[in-house]
């Protein structure tokens, strides 16, 4: 299997290390517009491999995309990380035309790949790839759910102090403020988390998992990328090895959940065809108005790419 990773930043780079330690792929390609960054980092997870022990090939192309060509899976993490005060959505003019661009060589090389977007604002940005690619809905996506229940389920292993395997979560919605999580679907164990913890306790986790990014970018003055990296490979490693993972996703929908043409957050079957189901929850009232917050947000930032795309 070959999988191309654009953009050897923090992301695309931890990606490409997971994607080559853990075996996922045979070769994969890190691409970047940095003259000879991305045959550095590819050169340097080679170089682990000794150390690691794996054989997966990585290589690094400035922005050579015939070296791309024929790849099965590719993870778009192009475009630039927020700064502290920035919301994701701030980062659209700039990153919208870099996900164009980097959308059309991919398809040009590749034009039966599955596409994972990383790039901010996700949603938006899985949106431009999409109508860039004129790909079939099922071959573009967007990465975000997996690790907003990371964060989410991170929190709540360290305030019950148990492991992280064992919680168990689904999100919907943006990649956000808006962000939807359901704690009538999160359990421990098997135990219904309401179960464990206090209403007021769990409200909080709730609230730092919406602001799961921005708490990072205020620490470190730069967006995370281990957790984003790790959750872009494990979506990697879901289509190549067929394996049918149920996992957020940021696809478009198409009448799921009554809301067509917005690309949002939904539980999803991930294998070898991408998208291969959507799921559809039976939400409460309660959660489905969360949803149309969610809904409505991004379809206003989706109206802000089609104005920058109308001018282009
Ligand atoms: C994240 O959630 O870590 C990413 O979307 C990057 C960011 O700016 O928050």
Same mark, same amino acid.
């Given at each position: 299997m070959k999988v191309t990773v654009v953009g050897a930043g923090n992301v695309g780079a931890t990606c490409a290390d997971v994607l080559a330690y853990r075996e996922i792929a045979n070769e994969i390609v890190?691409?970047?517009?940095?003259? /000879?960054?991305?045959? /550095?980092?590819?050169?340097?997870?080679?170089?682990?491999?000794?150390?690691?022990?794996?054989?997966?090939?990585?290589? /690094?192309?400035?922005n050579d995309y015939s070296r791309t060509a024929g790849s099965d899976v590719v993870v778009i993490t192009s475009g630039l990380p927020r700064k502290p005060g920035m919301s994701r959505d701030d980062l659209i003019s700039t990153n919208a035309g870099i996900v164009?661009?980097?959308?059309?060589?991919?398809?040009?090389?590749?034009?039966?790949?599955?596409?994972?977007?990383?790039s901010n604002p996700l949603d938006v940005m899985t949106y431009a790839a999409h109508i860039t690619s004129k790909l079939p809905r099922a071959r573009v996506m967007g990465m975000a759910g997996i690790l907003d229940t990371a964060r989410y389920r991170a929190f709540l292993a360290e305030e019950l102090n148990v492991s992280p395997k064992d919680i168990q979560a689904v999100l919907m919605g943006g990649h956000g403020d808006t962000?939807?999580?359901?704690?009538?679907?999160?359990?421990? /164990?098997?135990?219904?988390?309401?179960e464990l913890i206090a209403e007021d306790k769990l409200n909080a986790i709730i609230e730092r998992t919406k602001n799961g990014g921005g708490e990072l970018v205020k620490l470190m003055g730069t967006s995370a990328w281990y957790a984003p990296g790790s959750a872009a490979a494990q979506m990697v490693e879901a289509i190549v090895k067929d394996q049918r993972r149920v996992f957020p996703v940021c696809v478009k929908l198409e009448g799921e959940y009554g809301i067509d043409g917005v690309y949002l957050g939904v539980p999803v079957i991930l294998g070898k065809n991408g998208i291969e189901k959507v799921l559809e929850l039976q939400l409460n009232e309660e959660e489905k108005q969360l949803l149309e917050v969610s809904r409505g947000h991004v379809k206003d930032v989706m109206e802000v790419l089609d104005k920058i795309n109308a001018t282009a």
């Open positions: 890190l691409v970047d517009i940095k003259e /000879g960054f991305a045959e /550095g980092k590819a050169l340097d997870i080679w170089q682990k491999s000794p150390i690691n022990l794996y054989d997966s090939r990585t290589v /690094g192309v400035t164009k661009s980097v959308t059309e060589n991919v398809v040009k090389h590749s034009p039966d790949a599955i596409i994972i977007v990383v962000m939807v999580p359901l704690p009538r679907y999160t359990t421990v /164990g098997g135990i219904p988390v309401t």
